[in-house]
């Protein structure tokens, strides 16, 4: 099965962890994601991936709606993105176009995921708000340069500015991710997600969200948890069986009595 899926950011909400600790999350909305291709090294594409088709809209280009009907897919798809396939042979023949691949398949409460998504769009901005410079001096005469960049050249040598020089620009709306962040709740029956702290991109906007692994030092809480006493019993039952099992001394005939004595 693969290890990512795409959702949409909704709002965010406090919760309790598997500690018990009050945290900020993130409630991400998992709407069904259909397997609408797949790509694979041997075919015309060259390359191992699994197209998902996620969302809907009222209207929809035609070669999208078409798209989609390939795989018997009759609803318009708002949105398509690849996930890439790192162990073909092992995720790709639980796949099939047309398939609805669950929330639960793929995360469970424990989890550290990458989000990834287009961060919130800022406009032109200065230095100090865009790279956090400090600005000038307040004092001495400076009564119009507290938010000036300073120097940007060298002089002479090398009489250009080098590229790459941060300034003032274009800030936000780019891709952005954050990892090792940890799944503190899942709801099945309203396909929500609940992500530790926040993810890029306003509200209503596409992420992908990726797992990890495990966090460390994760805590199960005791829904999960096996109780001992129930341990303590099979254990009991397993030593009484052993016992019961173990065969017995034969009392000694009488000619054998009488032989050693």
């Known amino acids: 099965?693969?290890?990512?899926?795409?959702?949409?950011?909704?709002?965010?909400?406090?919760?309790?962890?598997?500690?018990?600790?009050?945290?900020?999350?993130?409630?991400?909305?998992?709407?069904?994601?259909?397997?609408?291709?797949?790509?694979?090294?041997?075919?015309?594409?060259?390359?191992?991936?699994?197209?998902?088709?996620?969302?809907?809209?009222?209207?929809?280009?035609?070669?999208?709606?078409?798209?989609?009907?390939?795989?018997?897919?009759?609803?318009?798809?708002?949105?398509?993105?690849?996930?890439?396939?790192?162990?073909?042979?092992?995720?790709?023949?639980?796949?099939?176009?047309?398939?609805?691949?669950?929330?639960?398949?793929?995360?469970?409460?424990?989890d550290a995921v990458k989000v990834s998504g287009t961060s919130k769009g800022k406009g032109f901005q200065g230095g100090v708000r865009r790279h956090g410079f400090h600005g000038g001096p307040k004092t001495h005469g400076q009564s119009d340069r507290h938010r000036a960049p300073g120097a940007i050249g060298s002089g002479t040598t090398p009489g250009r500015v080098y590229k790459g020089k941060r300034m003032a620009g274009h800030m936000g709306n780019t891709q952005a991710s954050i990892k090792n962040l940890e799944i503190v709740g899942l709801d099945k029956e309203k396909n929500l997600l609940m992500v530790k702290g926040g993810i890029p991109g306003p509200t209503g906007r596409?992420?992908?969200?990726?797992?990890?692994?495990?966090?460390?030092?994760?805590?199960?809480?005791?829904?999960?948890?096996?109780?001992?006493?129930?341990?303590?019993?099979?254990?009991?039952?397993k030593g009484e069986e052993k016992t019961e099992s173990q065969p017995t001394e034969e009392a000694p005939k009488e000619g054998e009595e009488n032989a050693k004595s």
């Open 1 to 110: 099965m693969i290890n990512s899926l795409l959702g949409i950011k909704k709002n965010m909400t406090s919760t309790y962890d598997s500690r018990g600790r009050r945290v900020g999350a993130t409630v991400v909305e998992i709407q069904p994601n259909l397997v609408t291709q797949i790509k694979a090294t041997d075919g015309k594409d060259g390359y191992d991936a699994v197209q998902l088709g996620i969302g809907s809209k009222k209207s929809v280009k035609k070669p999208q709606l078409g798209h989609g009907k390939k795989v018997g897919i009759e609803k318009p798809i708002r949105w398509f993105r690849e996930i890439r396939i790192m162990n073909p042979k092992s995720s790709l023949e639980d796949l099939q176009p047309g398939q609805d691949i669950k929330l639960d398949q793929v995360f469970s409460i424990g």
């Open 206 to 237: 596409l992420v992908k969200i990726t797992k990890l692994g495990r966090i460390k030092g994760y805590t199960p809480p005791p829904e999960e948890k096996v109780e001992e006493s129930e341990e303590g019993k099979g254990e009991s039952v």
